[in-house]
C-alpha cells in the first residue's frame, strides 16, 4: 500500500506536527516512484533542494545524479528549488524516470562559480497560501481550497510531462484539449492525453484521490460586494453571465434554499437542474450540481430529490400525494384512478386528492411560481460586477517583470509568465519568480 500523500502547505503541516509531538521538525520522508513496480523512501530536510534529493536516490539506487528526472504536478522540478519552496509535504509522492541529460556546448563565463541562484517561496502571501481553486471533500463535508494535479490518462501515473500550461478550466475539465509525454513503463515516452484532477487540502489524501471542483467560486481578490447584501466576503460565487455579478456564500445559500423551497430551479438540456444569476441574467446557470453542496448536506439531498421528480413529472409521471410518501412513477395507461405502487394510497389523477367518484372535481390549479429574481437595486448590481472596470483594474493591466521591471501586459493564457527581455520565468499573480506552488494553487485565474 502506497504512503497517504498530504496536500497542504508546509507550514501548517510542521505546525500540527509541533504541536502533536513537541518536538521541532525540520526533515520530512518523501516516497519517490520510479515505476508501478520500484520507489524509494527519501528523507530530507525541508531547506533541500531537488538537486539535494537528486544526490540520494542517486547513492540507494547506484544512478547517475544527472540522470535523474523529478516530476510534479506535469512539471519537470528544477534543481535549485528547495522543498519548501515547492510546498512538498510529509510523505508526499514524486514521480521519476532516468534521462540522459544532452550534450551542450558551453562557454567560459555563462555560469557563475557557485552555479546556482536564490529561490524564493513565492506560493504565500502574509503567511497564507494565494489559493485560486475550491472544492468540495466529501471527506472534510465542506468547502475547502484545492490543488491541481495532472496524471497520465492511459496509465493513471504521474510520471506525464505537460506539452503545455492549461490556460482556464476548459483546458483542465474537458477532454483532449492538453497532452503530455509519459515517461512511465507502460508509455515509454509515448505522447498521451493527459487527465487533470483536484486534490483537498485540508486532509491526508490517498494518491489520485479527487475532490470536486467548484469552478464557480473564486477568492474575492478584487474585493468585490455581494450582489444581495452589499457585504464584502470570500470567497464568493461568480456567475456565468455576461456581467458576471458575483454572490457571497451566506447570501447562495439563502437564494438557494428559497428556490427549492418554491421548487423554482431551472432545468437545462446540459446542465441538468441550476439556478441562474440572482439579477435575472440570460445565459447564466451554474454549470455543475456540486455547487449546491454548499447549501449544505441535508439540502443537497433535497436538490437530488427534487431533480429526480421533476424528470418524473416532465416525463408524464406522477408524485403521491400521501404525506409520508411523495413515491413517484410513471403510469404504463391514463386512468383516472391512480393507485401508488409504493404505499397503495388511491387518489384522483385529476386533483391528487383522495379518489372519488365524482367526475366532475375541480383540479387543483398550480400556484404561480414567484419572481426568479431578487430585490436588487441599480447600485448593488454595478458594484457586484466581477469585471467592472476601474481606476483599481486599470492600474494593473500592466505589471512590471520581478528581475528586469520591464512593463508585461497580461492579454490571457495561464499565470506563468516568461519575460521578452530577460527571459525570466514570473508569476503574474504572485509578481515573483515562478515555483511549483504557483502552479499547484493558481495556474490559470
Known amino acids: 500500500m502506497l504512503p497517504r500523500t498530504r496536500i497542504e502547505p508546509v507550514g501548517l503541516l510542521f505546525s500540527t506536527l509541533r504541536n502533536r509531538t513537541g518536538l521541532q521538525m525540520s526533515s520530512i520522508l518523501l ?35 544527472e540522470e535523474i528526472q523529478i516530476i510534479l504536478a506535469g512539471r519537470i522540478l528544477d534543481d535549485k528549488s528547495t522543498i519548501k519552496d515547492l510546498c512538498i509535504s510529509n510523505c508526499s509522492v514524486l514521480h521519476a524516470f532516468t534521462q540522459k541529460p544532452p550534450q551542450l556546448d558551453i562557454k567560459v563565463g555563462e555560469i557563475s562559480a557557485s552555479g546556482a ?76 492525453e493527459v487527465n487533470f484532477y483536484f486534490k483537498c487540502t485540508g486532509h491526508q489524501s490517498e494518491e489520485g484521490e479527487t475532490a470536486a471542483v467548484l469552478k464557480h467560486v473564486r477568492p474575492n481578490r478584487k474585493r468585490r460586494t455581494c450582489v444581495v447584501c452589499s457585504e464584502i466576503e470570500s470567497p464568493i460565487m461568480v456567475f456565468p453571465c455576461e456581467r458576471r455579478h458575483i454572490i457571497c456564500l451566506d447570501c447562495f445559500k439563502s437564494y438557494g434554499v428559497v428556490r ?38 441535508d439540502q443537497y439531498e433535497r436538490y437530488k430529490n427534487f431533480a429526480t421528480e421533476e424528470y418524473v413529472l416532465q416525463n408524464g409521471g406522477m408524485l403521491c400525494p400521501a404525506v409520508g410518501c411523495g413515491s413517484g412513477f410513471i403510469l404504463s395507461e391514463a386512468s383516472r384512478k391512480v393507485t401508488c405502487p409504493t404505499c397503495q394510497y388511491a387518489f384522483c389523477g385529476e386533483c391528487k386528492v383522495e379518489y372519488h367518484e365524482d367526475p366532475d372535481c375541480q383540479a387543483v ?19 457586484a460586477r466581477w469585471d467592472l472596470e476601474s481606476l483599481e483594474t486599470i492600474g494593473r493591466i500592466s505589471k512590471p517583470c520581478p528581475n528586469c521591471k520591464t512593463k508585461t501586459e497580461k492579454a490571457g493564457g495561464c499565470m506563468h509568465m516568461s519575460c521578452s527581455r530577460c527571459y525570466f520565468e514570473w508569476c503574474w499573480m504572485c509578481e515573483k519568480e515562478w515555483t511549483r506552488d504557483c502552479q499547484g494553487n493558481h495556474w490559470f485565474g
Request: aromatic fraction near 6%; include cysteine.
Open 31 to 65: 516516497n519517490v516512484k520510479f515505476s508501478s513496480s520500484c520507489s524509494c523512501s527519501v528523507e530530507a530536510d525541508i531547506e533541500s533542494s531537488i538537486l539535494d534529493v537528486k544526490s540520494i536516490l542517486s547513492e540507494k539506487l547506484q544512478i547517475p545524479t
Open 117 to 192: 541562484t536564490s529561490v524564493t517561496h513565492t506560493g504565500v502571501k502574509n503567511g497564507e497560501p494565494n489559493y485560486q481553486y475550491f472544492v468540495y471533500c466529501k471527506d472534510c463535508e465542506c468547502l475547502r481550497p484545492g490543488k491541481l494535479r495532472v496524471r497520465c490518462l492511459s496509465c493513471r501515473s504521474g510520471h506525464i510531462v505537460l506539452s503545455r500550461d492549461p490556460d482556464n478550466f476548459d483546458d483542465v475539465l474537458k477532454r483532449g484539449r492538453i497532452l503530455g509525454e509519459c515517461k512511465s513503463e507502460q508509455c515509454d515516452g509515448q505522447e498521451r
Open 260 to 297: 427549492l423551497n418554491e421548487r423554482n430551479f431551472t432545468e437545462d438540456e446540459e446542465i441538468g437542474y441550476s439556478l441562474p444569476c440572482p439579477v435575472g441574467c440570460p445565459e447564466s446557470l451554474l454549470e455543475d450540481g456540486h455547487h449546491f453542496y454548499l447549501l449544505g448536506t
Open 365 to 383: 390549479m398550480p400556484q404561480e411560481a414567484s419572481s426568479q429574481n431578487l430585490n436588487v437595486s441599480e447600485e448593488q448590481e454595478m458594484r
